[in-house]
């Protein structure tokens, strides 16, 4: 009787009968006696992902799920580890374009929640491989700038990325900064990090939409308002080539027809494309800028978005302020920790009138100093360098005949019987 109720049961829950069995004398043999309750969990293992990138108002679902495969990559081989290859993100995510991967991974790049930290070489010095962080919120550009060098390069680049996607992104993250520098914002400013989370719990309610993280609240409107005509656009060219392949069968003329489409449509893409920074790089009189030695490649290009506000006049001065500064930091003054909200305030005082130069008064001189010495010292040389006569003209000219006569020779070629009579009158 007992081995037919036996055959029955299923060997899942035999198999737990014993789990539980084992757990109570595990529990009993214990030092305790087995004090505390004890819980066994029987369903699959979860895994928690966090709201902020289920709410992201600009990544799409495949940009999620791919954010999601490579956080469940790094926890399940630790916090150190190989970043998942494409493969393995297109097994997992099910997703079997590599371009898709591809344009996730950038708009991830641009949107702050994945960085690339650094670069690896081999001992040759060839490129070897990125190190990225995974982030559980998107990064302050303050952070991002200082991780990640090639940040702001990578934007301006990527906005004319072959996908349209991601130059809408990048496209959309420019945007916010030079929305946040036009309103008179620090854009490297320390934020709580309690702040900007309410703030991006604001924008996903039912409040309206509001800045999320590092878009603005227009930026984001764009944003989606460029994805939906893209999606049009992309339906719209499948329709087009649907009915084409039916009528082509009936018409060479719509065929003819298919294919203006299809021009005017690659000249829609290229226009949405054109997406060109407008910083300005020159002070008075068209001169290019001289740059503090110490502002990398990213605050340079946020240097220049807030020099840009200001007249051409204007930005070199507030330059030799901040090299001032940075000079005076040998002599023992306090060091600058952020270069960029240092600059953002010497330009809101230059706004404001209240800039009085100081500290960049003798960077100015020093640079003056320098450019007169190097046109003394090339006028110099334009003078002190002699001028060849006539006469050592035709003798160098005549020496060179006779050297050519005799590698001539000396290859068994025939040699100018004149050049030689020439080369002995002289």
């Known amino acids: 009787m007992m081995d037919e109720q036996t055959e029955v049961i299923r060997p899942e829950t035999l198999a737990l009968d014993k789990l539980i069995k084992a757990t109570i004398a595990r529990v009993e043999a214990s030092p305790d006696g087995g004090a505390s309750d004890t819980v066994l969990f029987l369903g699959n293992r979860h895994q928690s992902f966090p709201t902020a990138v289920i709410r992201d108002p600009v990544l799409e679902p495949v940009d999620k799920l791919v954010w999601m495969v490579i956080m469940l990559a790094v926890r399940e081989t630790g916090a150190n580890t190989a970043f998942p290859s494409y493969e393995a993100i297109s097994r997992m995510a099910n997703v079997s374009s590599r371009s898709t991967i591809a344009r996730a991974i950038a708009i991830l790049r641009a949107s702050r929640w994945l960085t690339i930290c650094g670069r690896m070489r081999k001992a040759s010095g060839r490129f070897r491989g990125n190190v990225y962080a995974l982030h559980d919120e998107p990064l302050p550009l303050a952070d991002v700038i200082h991780l990640d060098g090639d940040y702001m390069a990578f934007l301006n680049k990527a906005v004319s990325h072959g996908h349209a996607r991601v130059r809408t992104v990048a496209k959309g993250v420019l945007v916010s900064i030079d929305e946040d520098v036009g309103g008179g ?81 690659k000249k829609t893409t290229t226009t949405s494309g054109e997406s060109e920074s407008k910083i300005m790089h020159a002070g008075e009189h068209g001169e290019p800028l001289v740059y503090p030695r110490r502002l990398g490649d990213n605050q340079r290009d946020i240097a220049n978005r807030y020099l840009f506000t200001l007249a ?5 001065p507030i330059l030799d302020e901040l090299e001032g500064r940075f000079q005076a930091e040998q002599k023992g003054m306090k060091p600058v920790y952020d270069e960029i909200s240092f600059l953002f305030r010497l330009c809101e005082l230059m706004k404001s009138g209240e800039f009085v130069p100081n500290l960049g008064i003798k960077v100015r001189d020093a640079r003056r100093a320098r450019e007169t010495q190097r046109q003394q010292s090339a006028r110099q040389d334009t003078v002190t360098e002699p001028k060849e006569t006539e006469e050592q003209r035709q003798n160098r000219m005549a020496l060179a005949k006779v050297r050519m006569d005799e590698m001539r020779k000396a290859l068994g070629m025939p040699t100018n019987k004149g050049s030689a009579s020439e080369a002995n009158e002289t």
Not at 243 to 255: F, L, M, P
Not at 312 to 316: I, L, T, V
């Open 312 to 316: 051409p006049e204007d930005r070199q």
């Open 185 to 265: 914002r620090n854009v490297c400013t320390l934020e709580h990090p309690i702040e900007r989370r309410i703030q991006s719990a604001v924008s996903t309610g039912n409040e309206g939409l509001r800045r999320f993280f590092s878009f603005t609240r227009d930026a984001i409107q764009q944003i989606r308002h460029d994805s939906m005509g893209n999606r049009q656009a992309r339906d719209h060219h499948g329709q087009n080539s649907n009915s084409v392949e039916t009528r082509v069968r009936k018409s060479h003329v719509q065929k003819s027809n298919s294919g203006c489409s299809s021009s005017n449509n």
